[in-house]
């Protein structure tokens, strides 16, 4: 049977039009039993369309890693390391993963308490809620009545010593049922979203990319951002934005010399633009919660609109203020309602995603009687992302 691919059904809310090359839905494949011509298929599928799906899965925590690495075969640890986020009590991933014993590669996230699963005889799960990141959080009332927030948006990325993974497989083991939330921007834009209970919400770094405004793209093909060293320690004490994009600047990082122990050349500096292997398109891929610094290279010789250009010259900035205005003033638009797929899981949904080409978020609020589990899986990749090409910047700046 040929591999069939569909477009996932899209909310009401999207724009259609941006979403003509995003997500399919795979039937004719079994993801736990695959053909070497039947993955290629499905690799080129993956960075063509940055999501599928498979609905009605059985697929054990053994399966899980091996399609994860069937992507990237030289890759061997769990993105942020095996156990690592367990054994760092500062991090602010520490309470949303606790570690398939047998199969340290694949985490368990999710909510509520959960026995005898996959060699965990139990589990305590935490979903994560805006309520303790963010600097202002939604009302008790408006919680009640289902209104929720984007809790961060992210790459899966440890940007600290290992190189982002390539791509994240998750799988659905118990989803909990409830009525829809309303996801409020609550950043006087007045945006708000419909959301299923317990949504995953994606956004194309691709689209992020193509509706910036020329000086933007400028910026942005130019462009490398510098991580913070463990910037999961180094962002606990901040808080985030109410769009879940970005930290809020008030000083409230940690001081680089109260971290963990770190070393210079372990920081990671990425290109602000990750080039896909298939496509050859270019996709704004920055997780702005972990940016201390921001440099830009100058614009190009004979590059012709010099004085609508911002930073001509370059620049390397390290305000953390300036850092994150620029940055979220290209990547807000990206998240408005109309260009976001908050997905609808049902039990035994498997989604793979292309880590190096969208953004994503958890969002929503459980209540603690109401256990979600789900296996996630992504693989400190065995190369660095690849930026634009000499090309890409003449053709961009």
Known sequence: MAIELLPIPL????????????????????????????????????????ALLFRGVDFTPEQQYALTKAFDPQSENYGHGNKQTESDKKSILHPDLKTIPRVPQVQLIGNGNVYDHEGLSEAKLKHPSHTTFHRTRVSQEDEDKGVTRFYRWHIDAALYNLSPPRVTTLYAVKVPQGPPQV??????????????????????????????????????????????????????PARAKSTGLGIETEGLE??????????????????????????????????????????????????????????????????????????????????SPNLVYPHDWHERDLVLFHNRGLLHTVVGAFKPDQVRAFHQCNLAASDEPAGPSEEDIRKWA
Request: hydrophobic share 35%.
């Open 183 to 236: 996801c409020r921007y609550d950043d006087g834009t007045g945006d708000e979203l419909p959301v299923p209970l317990g949504t995953t919400a994606f956004v194309s770094g691709r689209t992020m990319f193509e509706i910036l405004a020329p000086e933007l793209k400028s910026v942005a093909v130019r462009a490398k951002v510098r991580y913070a060293p463990h910037p999961y320690v180094w962002m606990a």
């Open 11 to 50: 909310p009401p809310t999207a724009d259609s039009s941006k979403f003509k090359d995003f997500g399919r839905e795979v039937k004719g494949i079994n993801p736990s039993k695959f053909t070497p011509e039947e993955f290629e298929e499905l690799r080129q599928a993956l960075y063509k369309y940055d």
């Open 254 to 335: 940690m001081d680089f010399k109260d971290l963990p122990p770190w070393e210079e050349s372990k920081r990671k500096t990425f290109p602000v633009l990750w080039k896909n292997p298939v496509t050859k398109e270019l996709s704004f891929q920055v997780h702005p919660c972990g940016v201390s610094e921001l440099l830009i290279d100058p614009l190009p010789e004979g590059a012709s609109s010099r004085e609508k250009s911002l930073y001509p010259d370059g620049a390397h900035l390290t305000d953390l203020k300036e850092v994150r205005d620029i940055l979220y003033r290209m990547q807000r638009p990206a998240i």
